[in-house]
């Protein structure tokens, strides 16, 4: 009954830029850790972001860093992934993921660190 929807993915060309936005439905997530993970076909699921409860603390792979920025609106119950300069790379299915079990300063990179994931959204770069 509780339900995580992300949106805002799609087609694009290398070097342009797209805003994920992911929701909570169903009950209030504020203060959750949160994070945007992305799968590629035949690939692991892979950490792209983090953001604590309110925002202080924001941690990126190495991979992304400098081009996507994460952010929250704990009034909308949403998280947000700016993606600029993107890549081929980039193409994956980016999900979004909340950790009910951790404080608000907390949280983690690893999936086993959440307990709550949307069921994602397309993101394809052209070359």
């Known amino acids: 009954q509780v339900q995580l929807v992300e949106s805002g993915g799609g087609l694009v060309q290398a070097g342009g830029s797209l805003r994920l936005s992911c929701t909570a439905f169903?009950?209030?997530?504020?203060?959750?850790?949160m994070a945007w993970f992305r799968q590629a076909p035949g690939k692991d699921r892979e950490f792209v972001a983090r953001?604590?409860?309110?925002?202080?603390?924001?941690v990126y792979a190495d991979s992304v860093k400098g081009r996507f920025t994460i952010s929250r609106d704990n009034g909308k119950s949403a998280i947000y992934l700016q993606m600029n300069s993107l890549k081929p790379d980039d193409t994956a299915v980016y999900y979004c993921?909340?950790?009910?079990?951790?404080?608000?300063?907390?949280?983690?990179?690893?999936?086993?660190?959440?307990?709550?994931w949307g069921r994602g959204t397309q993101v394809t770069v052209s070359s």
């Open positions: 953001i604590s409860g309110v925002g202080l603390v924001v």
């Open positions: 993921a909340a950790d009910s079990t951790r404080p608000a300063y907390g949280g983690g990179s690893g999936t086993y660190d959440y307990d709550y």
């Open positions: 169903g009950r209030t997530f504020s203060r959750y850790p």
